[in-house]
């Protein structure tokens, strides 16, 4: 089973920038996908963004024109750019990949947004 390791949480202002990374431990060349998902309190995690092999990405109409993910394959790492965050944002941010055989889960990053 692959390891995933988030960075890049911290607490930031409304309007403010984070970048979070996730580093997996083994080659994510052939992952279907790799992505994040968050999980506010008391609620359901759900989705924020996956990039596919071929690089087209889906995004929650939540974050969309906010939040850009990337990977590169080269460093076995997925990005979460996070822009004009918003207090609603507050939550802890899940890397996921799938290599085709599980679905494997980072332990999460606290992101918390003050207005």
């Known amino acids: 089973q692959v390891q995933l390791v988030e960075s890049g949480g911290g607490l930031v202002q409304a309007g403010g920038s984070l970048r979070l990374s996730c580093v997996a431990s083994r080659n994510i060349f052939f992952f279907n996908t790799m992505g994040w998902y968050r999980q506010a309190p008391g609620k359901q995690r759900e989705l924020v963004a996956l990039?596919?092999?071929?690089?087209?990405?889906n995004y929650a109409d939540s974050v969309k024109g906010r939040f850009t993910s990337s990977r590169d394959n080269a460093k076995n790492t997925v990005y979460l750019q996070m822009n004009s965050l918003k207090p609603e944002d507050t939550a802890v941010y899940y890397c996921?990949?799938?290599?085709?055989?599980?679905?494997?889960w980072g332990q999460g990053t606290q992101v918390t947004v003050s207005s």
């Open positions: 996921y990949g799938d290599d085709r055989l599980v679905n494997n």
């Open positions: 990039v596919s092999r071929g690089v087209s990405t």
